[in-house]
């Protein structure tokens, strides 16, 4: 019992951390006014950017390219999208169809598969000295794999640059009432292109801890919907740092619980209720439900600076 | 004399929207083949001879040309999905999960009843109609009462489609043996094929007669009128008599409907039954590269899905016979759609060059 609880708990740990990761890049990125769905794409190339650079130098090596990467792609959806005032979904949908189409491109081409990539080296685990030796804690806290305490060190990080900081004043207020925070002399644009690179560095690094974090491979697709997740963790967490955590470790619990439904003898609920779990407490928190969840005032509007 | 001048201007400006409109799909399309060969020749794969093969799957043969339509059957009306959506200024992301559920209810119909033809296959493509539209109507209903962004919504939706589909198939509905599927429709229920021995089915013609419903809608009928007003400016439309709420969640029902025909047309024109999905296939995504290729406009509609049928038609060919992978395409497809998307820059860099030559910069 006391086993299946430890198991069930660090497995939902584990499952929320790429969920944690990707909703602060998403977050980021709305608080500024900038939707990115291309968090989903981004994901998956930071994935295989961290299995390939794992396959060839290490796996740390691996995890600063995915994250490297992934702020390039979210500058080309800052690009498009700011700069060339695309619209932001039809941006994000181009990248995440670009992202399927260059990892398996790049998948055949190095390692001739189609499916998946050979085994590679992961980062491994942590252990925190007297924590894993408590009860329980222990079992969930104590040894796990380096994302997990990055993921929770970024959420209160995130939290202190959000709403302890002049540069998170600024973010918010780009994307609360851009012609008001230009007016006071902030730029727009710059803002919201810091924002949405910082989101591309999070979902690289939500990617890279799916490739060799999680696993120790590339599997075609294997963000398979995660970003989306993550978008519904954010936007569960109503756009802050904590609320997107605790979203992410309710999503990663649900998830858990399907992944370890025959141990724990959990087999009379289908696993894909628990599966399509997330998507509809979202769908419950938008409409009030549950507490209704207000995303920011200028969010998927383009800025465009009035002539004088 | 200034109502003339006015008129005049106006006359023009739209000539050159029309003129943009027609040059910029094309320019991305050009850009896109461009980029894909740069991808063909990193691997060492000769361009010219893979888009030929690309030309000769769709073109070579009257079953590659079959095949092609297969394909493109499904884009036709995902595209016209999000098209009608951008009409009304509402964003359906969420073809892929009315797909899902349009296809389980069509084939539901299809092996549940026993009925002459005439009955029964329009009660199962009415069934289809309905389930994508109650699937997108939701999320129009969620917009025009709650202002919850459809996108976010959409997106919820289709995961919530592939799970409870995926559910359904795996479990009550499922057929007896080993196979994860329903039992296979009646023939009744069958969209016919009509060339012997090829795939090809009456989708295509029930697509392009849609194509053209949707243009009668859009441009004949007071509907579509509205419609596109609320699209233009919500706010004028609504003070301007609109039931612009009303009209919001009719419109994501029709586009949801739309959505829904491609999966309808999939399971009783193609398979037969429904299978368990295990992702989703993509129609609901491409359908939006298909809308913008097409500008929103049916014909122009039509056209783009025509091209994402040869594209992913000659994908497969592109890399059994040239060895080129077939992910090429999508790349393709992601520059064709980041170059529609980005049609402010070739306005841009037209007015820069403008200046650069001395003109005065348009005030359009």
């Given at each position: 019992m006391l086993a299946n609880l430890t198991a069930l708990l660090s497995t939902t740990l584990r499952m929320a951390t790429p969920l944690i990761l990707a909703a602060l890049g998403g977050m980021f990125s709305e608080r500024s006014g900038v939707i990115n769905i291309a968090l989903e794409g981004i994901m998956l190339i930071g994935a295989f950017t961290a299995m390939a650079g794992s396959y060839f130098f290490s796996p740390w090596i691996g995890v600063l390219a995915a994250v490297i990467v992934g702020m390039i792609i979210a500058a080309a959806h800052a690009l498009v999208s700011?700069?060339?005032?695309?619209?932001q979904i039809v941006s994000g949908t181009a990248i995440n169809i670009f992202a399927a189409g260059i990892t398996g491109f790049l998948l055949r081409l190095i390692f001739g598969d189609a499916g998946q990539s050979p085994s590679v080296q992961d980062v491994g685990t942590w252990k925190i000295p007297f924590i894993k030796d408590i009860p329980v804690i222990g079992g969930v806290f104590g040894e796990q794999i380096p994302f997990v305490y990055i993921a929770l060190i970024m959420v209160g990080v995130s939290y202190w640059i959000l709403f302890k900081t002049p540069f998170g004043l600024r973010i918010r207020s780009v994307g609360e009432h851009p012609a008001a925070a230009d007016s006071v002399g902030i730029n727009v644009i710059g803002m919201r292109y810091i924002a949405v690179i910082m989101s591309g560095f999070f979902a690289g690094l939500a990617g890279a801890s799916l490739s060799v974090?999680?696993?120790?491979l590339f599997v075609k697709n294997m963000s398979s919907g995660r970003g989306f997740i993550a978008l519904a963790a954010m936007i569960f967490g109503r756009w802050t740092p904590q609320g997107a955590m605790l979203a992410a470790l309710l999503f990663g619990f649900a998830d858990a619980l399907q992944m370890l439904a025959q141990t724990i003898g959990l087999t009379f609920v289908p696993r894909q209720f628990l599966l399509m779990a997330p998507y509809i407490l979202t769908i419950l928190a938008l409409t009030g439900v549950i507490g209704r969840s207000t995303p920011p005032a200028a969010d998927g509007d383009p800025y465009i600076k009035e002539e004088v | 004399m200034v109502d003339k001048n006015i008129s005049e201007r106006k006359a023009k400006y739209l000539q050159k929207q029309r003129l943009v409109d027609l040059i910029v799909p094309i320019i991305a399309i050009i850009a896109g083949l461009i980029v894909g060969a740069i991808f063909m020749l990193i691997i060492g794969a000769e361009p010219i001879k893979a888009y030929i093969v690309l030309w000769n799957s769709s073109f070579g043969s009257l079953r590659g040309f079959g095949e092609m339509l297969v394909n493109t059957v499904p884009l036709i009306f995902t595209g016209l999905a999000v098209a009608f959506g951008f009409k009304i200024g509402l964003f359906n992301i969420g073809g892929d999960g009315q797909f899902l559920v349009s296809y389980l209810a069509a084939a539901y119909i299809g092996y549940m009843f026993q009925l002459p033809m005439y009955i029964h296959l329009p009660f199962a493509l009415v069934a289809g109609i309905i389930a994508g539209g109650v699937w997108g109507g939701i999320a129009g209903y969620l917009k025009a009462k709650l202002g919850i962004h459809e996108v976010i919504t959409t997106i919820m939706f289709n995961y919530i489609a592939l799970h409870l589909v995926g559910y359904l198939v795996g479990g009550p509905l499922k057929a007896e043996g080993p196979l994860p599927a329903t039992p296979k429709i009646f023939d009744t229920a069958k969209l016919p094929r009509f060339v012997p021995n090829m795939r090809i089915h009456y989708g295509i013609f029930l697509a392009l007669a849609v194509a053209v419903l949707i243009y009668y809608i859009l441009w004949k009928t007071t509907f579509g009128y509205e419609v596109r007003a609320t699209g233009q400016n919500p706010d004028a439309a609504q003070f301007g008599g609109i039931n612009v709420a009303r009209n919001m969640v009719l419109a994501m029902f029709i586009s949801g409907a739309l959505a829904g025909l491609a999966g309808s047309t999939q399971a009783l024109g193609l398979e037969y039954r429904a299978y368990q999905p295990f992702g989703f296939v993509g129609y609901g995504f491409t359908g939006i590269a298909v809308a913008l290729v097409g500008k929103g406009h049916p014909v122009g509609v039509v056209l783009g899905a025509l091209l994402f049928g040869v594209l992913s038609r000659g994908a497969m060919m592109m890399q059994s016979m040239v060895g080129v992978p077939k992910e090429v395409i999508e790349i393709i497809q992601a520059i064709i759609i980041m170059f529609i998307a980005s049609e402010y820059i070739f306005k841009y860099l037209a007015r820069k060059w403008r200046e650069r030559k001395g003109g005065v910069a348009d005030a359009s």
């Open positions: 700011i700069s060339f005032r695309a619209d974090g999680l696993l120790d | -």
